[in-house]
């Protein structure tokens, strides 16, 4: 577990000390930039998205932690399932991720921790997956090594900056066709799903008592 922290940590510091550099605008549509870079010394790409939308801090964040219908706006989930509510802030769950034939389906275990600056505002979801809280399932690949980290920016009048950072090894054999399609139109279609998302009526009036709106 130490190593795969280790890991992690060693992932996110290289993206965050080149974080305003090497990013290649891979695809942009309705106001979502999807960015991509490769992970020096590493076999992870690393995702950035990047979008503006109409929304409280709650209502967002609202829609993050339900899980379970993240199946309805996370490109290609075939099924989300909390496994430890910690506190209202911090769970993990469990995910299968759909992936066209012949490659196997890939699943992992995600680690959410939200926290507030109390200043500024701004809101980190940090989203690392643990890969062994679970044993793997049979025909399925378990992803390892992930580390996922949004960042919401308040702008005023409901407002909000989003940055979505994803470093990834998908582990087993993908085509880079796959890869690529993963990668460009997964993250497009993701944030254009989220932006009807968080406008259902059940996130309208979100009010969470760690977050300040």
Same mark, same amino acid.
């Given at each position: 577990?130490?190593? %795969? %922290?280790?890991?992690?940590?060693?992932?996110?510091?290289?993206?965050?000390?080149?974080?305003?550099?090497?990013? +290649?605008?891979?695809?942009?549509?309705?106001?979502?930039?999807?960015?991509?870079?490769?992970?020096?010394?590493?076999?992870?790409?690393?995702?950035?998205?990047?979008?503006?939308?109409?929304?409280?801090?709650?209502?967002?964040?609202?829609?993050?932690?339900?899980?379970?219908?993240?199946?309805?706006?996370?490109?290609?989930?075939?099924?989300?399932?909390?496994?430890?509510?910690?506190?209202?802030?911090?769970?993990?769950?469990?995910?299968?991720?759909?992936?066209?034939?012949?490659? !196997?389906?890939? /699943?992992? %275990?995600?680690?959410?921790?939200?926290?507030?600056?109390?200043?500024?505002?701004?809101?980190?979801?940090?989203?690392?997956?643990?890969?062994?809280?679970?044993?793997? +399932?049979?025909?399925?690949?378990?992803?390892?090594?992930?580390?996922?980290?949004?960042?919401?920016?308040?702008?005023?009048?409901? +407002?909000? /900056?989003?940055?979505?950072?994803?470093?990834?090894?998908?582990?087993?054999?993908?085509?880079?066709?796959?890869?690529?399609?993963?990668?460009? !139109?997964?993250?497009?279609?993701?944030? +254009?799903?989220?932006?009807?998302?968080?406008?259902?009526?059940?996130?309208?009036?979100? /009010?969470?008592?760690?977050?300040? /709106?």
């Amino acid at each position: 577990m130490n190593k %795969i %922290i280790l890991s992690f940590a060693l992932i996110f510091s290289v993206i965050a000390a080149h974080a305003q550099d090497n990013w +290649k605008l891979k695809t942009e549509d309705e106001g979502i930039k999807v960015y991509m870079r490769s992970v020096e010394g590493t076999s992870f790409k690393a995702v950035k998205v990047n979008c503006q939308l109409e929304a409280t801090p709650a209502q967002f964040v609202a829609v993050i932690m339900d899980i379970k219908n993240s199946v309805s706006w996370a490109y290609h989930t075939k099924s989300a399932t909390v496994l430890k509510q910690v506190s209202p802030s911090e769970l993990y769950y469990y995910s299968e991720v759909a992936v066209p034939w012949p490659v !196997e389906n890939r /699943d992992f %275990i995600c680690h959410i921790m939200v926290k507030q600056h109390p200043k500024t505002k701004v809101i980190t979801i940090d989203a690392p997956c643990i890969g062994d809280y679970i044993p793997q +399932k049979q025909g399925i690949v378990r992803v390892t090594q992930s580390v996922g980290k949004w960042v919401i920016t308040p702008l005023g009048n409901n +407002k909000l /900056d989003i940055e979505y950072t994803l470093a990834l090894d998908p582990g087993g054999n993908v085509p880079a066709w796959l890869i690529n399609l993963f990668a460009a !139109e997964g993250p497009m279609q993701t944030f +254009k799903r989220l932006k009807v998302q968080v406008q259902k009526p059940a996130y309208q009036h979100a /009010d969470l008592a760690y977050i300040a /709106d």
